[in-house]
């Protein structure tokens, strides 16, 4: 889900051949990274069902992001604050909004499960972007993957047979969203320190979100209390161990568990809502899923390529990628 740091953004592990006891950890930090990031779309859901208005909720959810970051602030210093790249930041956050608060407003109105299954479009339009606007090269097998996803959104949707629901509508807007912000992170993530990029970004996106949060503001009862502040420390924690399972294990491994998003988000839908998505809606997420980890490991393996050729025995050079994050 759109969230203020993506780390599918950060470096990778180096590839592997064969399953190895790193690819375990990673596959079980991504389990967890897919759990509590469905409880968070699940706890919006709740959240707005219960009346709470929709820029309240994305005010609160940044604001106890803020709050279960302070230790990590405290431990490292306002040096974690530092940056030459205020504009880029800017612009992070404009989109990174717009894509939390379309995706808030995607899950009040649809199914969790039919969301998500949706969010899937958001790495084929992240490569799209990419070589769109930023000048990347995407051969003609990424661009066969990207159109087939786009197929497969057909299928959730199904346009002229079924009617699309508005949220099913906003959510492709959503992954829109986030794959134009998901582009900027990886330019910062080139330059600060992705515990820097998280934290200004959340700091960024609080202040914007305070006056439009307190114009809207409602009373909340002690659970709706309780469910705000789960909704931030678990964002935090499901980009953690997401952080961790790309650390840990090759990009093409982590990525083969993303699809349990969705049988996560289904069982939250189910036990709490009592909602089930059809059969449409999971052929749909498993072929735009398809396509995404099609496109994940050419990308992968293009870039394996790259830096085996350009390897220069001679004269090391030094690596630009940031820190891996904690």
């Known amino acids: 889900m759109p969230d203020p740091l993506d780390p599918r ?5 180096p ?22 990031l469905s409880g968070v779309a699940a706890l919006g859901r709740h959240a707005a069902l219960a009346g709470v208005p929709l ?12 709050l279960a970051m302070a230790p990590i602030l405290a431990h490292r210093g306002r040096g974690m604050l530092r940056t030459p790249h205020l504009r880029l930041y800017t612009l992070r956050v404009a989109m990174g909004l717009v894509a939390m608060t379309s995706w808030f407003a995607a899950i009040s109105l649809a199914p969790i499960g039919e969301a998500t299954a949706i969010a899937f479009l958001m790495p ?34 199904r346009p002229g047979i079924a009617e699309a629901s508005p949220g099913a509508l906003i959510a492709v807007f959503s992954a829109l969203a986030m794959a134009a912000a998901s582009l900027m992170i990886k330019q910062l993530a080139d330059r600060d320190h992705p515990d820097t990029v998280v934290l200004i970004t959340l700091l960024m996106q609080t202040v914007v979100m305070l006056l439009p949060g307190l114009w809207v503001w409602q009373p909340l009862t002690a659970e709706l209390w309780l469910v705000m502040a789960c909704m931030g420390l678990f964002g935090m924690l499901g980009h953690i161990t997401l952080a961790r399972a790309l650390r840990a294990a090759d990009a093409s491994v982590v990525m083969g568990i993303d699809f349990a998003r969705l049988p996560f988000a289904v069982l939250f839908g189910w036990l ?27 990308e992968r393996r293009l870039a394996q390529s790259s830096g085996s050729e350009s390897v220069q025995p001679a004269a090391p050079v030094a690596s630009s990628k940031p820190p891996d994050p904690p």
């Open 9 to 13: 953004a950060l470096p990778r592990a």
């Open 15 to 36: 590839a592997t051949t064969g399953a190895t006891r790193s690819d375990l950890h990673g596959i079980l930090w991504m389990l967890i990274s897919c759990a509590l």
């Open 55 to 66: 820029l309240q909720i994305v005010f609160l959810r940044l604001a106890f992001a803020v």
């Open 124 to 157: 084929l339009l992240a490569t799209m972007g990419a070589a769109l606007f930023l000048g990347e090269t995407v051969g003609w097998r990424r661009w066969g993957a990207i159109v087939v996803g786009f197929l497969g959104a057909l299928v959730i949707l």
């Open 272 to 298: 709490l809502f009592g909602e089930l998505i059809d059969i449409w809606t999971w052929i749909g997420a498993g072929i735009i899923f398809g396509s995404a980890f099609y496109t994940a490991r050419r």
